[in-house]
């Protein structure tokens, strides 16, 4: 036996040889995929087992696991906070500030979940949202964020019931909380508010995110003037 057809020989033997690894779709891959499919439906078991454990947890000490809920950082365990804001929700009478609060992270996989969540109690605790809606903007104490986020999520639900506090939100004097006014009344087309819009086409006010495809930032004033257009059909 050659050198070279000797080496082969000794791979294959121990199991290091080309053939072991076999081409996709083959039987070591399948028994790969088929392993791994048992694990995460392990992992899934098990998550599924500590969400009832968090559950029960709830209905004996729910301030404590706001708590806990409170000390989870965004950026370093977005789906354990978002399990957590869900478990929350069951109790929203208790939890719905500290949810509110979680819905305006800046982490997208925290934020998305997290808003679908306050349409969820919006619509099933209607009156409670809007109470705490109105009073984050009108106290004033609540950051911009928390108070943009309650508001669109409000107005999704009420459609053109929210339009007087939409309008009423385009006196705010934070940026954030203006152009979320002015967003939703374009989605809802309340022609009605154009009035009350038109004294901001001038508004001078950097907007936080890029209007158009191109990057820069808008002003308010930008903002506003595509919104009185929408609304006038000038």
Same mark, same amino acid.
């Given at each position: 036996?050659?050198?070279?057809?000797? $080496?082969?020989? =000794?791979?294959? @033997?121990?199991?290091?040889?080309?053939?072991? +690894?076999?081409? *996709? %779709?083959?039987?070591?891959?399948? %028994?790969?995929?088929h392993e791994a499919f048992g694990r995460v439906k392990a992992v899934l078991g098990e998550l599924e087992a500590a969400r009832g454990q968090l559950v029960a947890s709830l209905k004996h000490d729910s301030a404590a696991l706001g708590q806990a809920f409170d000390a989870i950082r965004d950026a370093e365990t977005p789906a354990l906070k978002v399990l957590v804001a869900r478990v929350l929700a069951e109790r929203p009478e208790d =939890?719905?500030?500290?949810?509110?609060? &979680?819905? &305006?992270? *800046? @982490? *997208?996989?925290?934020? =998305?979940? /997290?808003?679908?969540? /306050?349409?969820?109690?919006a619509h099933a605790r209607f009156r409670a949202f809007a109470e705490l809606t109105e009073a984050l903007l009108f106290d004033g104490a609540a950051p911009a964020p928390v108070t943009a986020v309650a508001l669109r999520a409000l107005a999704t639900v009420m459609e053109e019931g929210a339009g007087q506090l939409l309008v009423?939100?385009? #006196? =705010? *004097?934070?940026?954030?909380?203006?152009?979320?006014?002015? !967003?939703?009344? &374009? #989605?809802?087309?309340?022609? +009605?508010?154009?009035?009350?819009? +038109?004294? /901001?086409?001038?508004?001078?006010?950097?907007?936080?995110?890029? /209007?158009? $495809?191109? %990057? +820069?930032?808008?002003?308010?004033? !930008?903002?506003?003037? $595509?919104?009185?257009?929408?609304?006038?059909? &000038?």
């Open positions: 036996m050659s050198g070279r057809a000797s $080496d082969t020989h =000794h791979a294959q @033997v121990a199991g290091t040889g080309p053939q072991t +690894e076999g081409p *996709p %779709g083959s039987a070591a891959s399948a %028994g790969t995929a =939890h719905l500030p500290r949810l509110v609060h &979680a819905a &305006a992270s *800046p @982490v *997208p996989s925290v934020a =998305h979940p /997290l808003f679908d969540l /306050l349409i969820e109690l009423d939100a385009l #006196d =705010h *004097p934070a940026t954030e909380i203006v152009a979320t006014a002015l !967003e939703a009344l &374009a #989605d809802l087309d309340l022609e +009605e508010a154009a009035p009350a819009v +038109e004294p /901001l086409r001038n508004d001078p006010r950097k907007l936080s995110t890029p /209007l158009g $495809d191109d %990057g +820069e930032l808008a002003t308010l004033g !930008e903002l506003a003037r $595509d919104t009185y257009a929408y609304l006038t059909r &000038a």
